[in-house]
């Protein structure tokens, strides 16, 4: 089963993604995002492709331009979000055959994601938004649409943005921060997907 929680690791290192990626791929996290504004991040994310590319869906975060998205497919990488919408990049990721997650907040936006070949859309922040916020947005969009709410997010709050119709989450600092062994990621990882399963099964 493919679940739909992004990871964002922001601010990892090169020397820890092989750990750190077994760690949420053994928990059941296999969707996960190394931010651009990390240290080293092609690198990170290469190596990560190259350790678990067979068994993740490995991409990029905070990603702004399309020279960005070149470099990205030249690596390997199969899925580029970021914190706006931007058409040229969701266009340029497409191009690449690489799947488009862009940040999004407002229903100009969302169309704009969607009409330019969006694969889901990124609620961000979504404490900001809110579940209200979310669910008037929501009853506009196609039937079909991907959502996931970013910013503010963790298992405390899933049920009621399961409630709402949400269809995943990206967790940041509530998975992943600079410094934290991968044990302890194995461990918030596991809280993760015990709660997203009894909410979303």
Same mark, same amino acid.
């Given at each position: 089963? @493919?679940? #739909?929680?992004?990871?964002?690791? $922001?601010?990892?290192?090169?020397? #820890?993604?092989?750990?750190i990626?077994?760690?949420? /791929?053994s928990e059941g996290?296999?969707?996960?995002?190394?931010?651009?504004?990390?240290?080293?991040?092609?690198?990170?994310?290469? $190596?990560?492709?190259?350790h678990? +590319?067979?068994?993740?869906?490995?991409?990029?975060?905070?990603?702004?331009?399309? #020279?960005?998205? *070149?470099?990205?497919?030249?690596?390997? !990488?199969?899925?580029?979000?970021?914190?706006?919408?931007?058409?040229?990049? /969701?266009? &340029?990721t *497409? !191009?690449?055959?690489?799947l488009?997650?862009? %940040?999004?907040?407002?229903?100009? #936006?969302? =169309? @704009? &994601?969607?009409?330019n %070949?969006?694969?889901?859309l *990124?609620?961000?922040?979504?404490?900001?938004? +809110?579940?209200e916020?979310?669910?008037?947005?929501?009853?506009?969009?196609p039937?079909?649409? *991907?959502?996931?709410?970013?910013?503010?997010?963790?298992?405390?709050? =899933?049920?009621?943005?399961?409630?709402?119709?949400?269809?995943?989450?990206?967790?940041g600092?509530?998975?992943?921060?600079? +410094? /934290?062994?991968? $044990?302890?990621? &194995?461990?918030n990882?596991?809280?993760?997907?015990?709660a997203?399963?009894h =909410?979303?099964?």
């Open positions: 089963m @493919t679940r #739909e929680i992004i990871a964002i690791l $922001r601010g990892i290192k090169p020397d #820890e993604v092989a750990e990626t077994d760690a949420l /791929i996290i296999s969707k996960i995002e190394v931010p651009l504004n990390s240290p080293d991040p092609f690198t990170s994310i290469e $190596r990560m492709l190259k678990a +590319g067979d068994r993740a869906t490995i991409g990029a975060g905070t990603v702004l331009d399309e #020279e960005a998205v *070149k470099q990205l497919a030249g690596i390997g !990488a199969k899925m580029v979000v970021s914190p706006d919408c931007n058409s040229d990049v /969701i266009q &340029a *497409k !191009a690449s055959n690489m488009s997650y862009p %940040g999004v907040f407002t229903a100009s #936006e969302s =169309f @704009t &994601a969607l009409r %070949g969006a694969d889901g *990124k609620f961000f922040p979504a404490s900001l938004l +809110g579940i916020g979310f669910k008037a947005l929501k009853s506009v969009l039937a079909n649409t *991907k959502t996931y709410a970013v910013g503010g997010i963790g298992p405390s709050n =899933f049920q009621e943005w399961e409630a709402a119709g949400i269809t995943g989450f990206g967790m600092s509530s998975l992943y921060k600079p +410094g /934290i062994t991968a $044990r302890e990621i &194995a461990l990882a596991r809280e993760t997907v015990k997203y399963d =909410f979303f099964n």
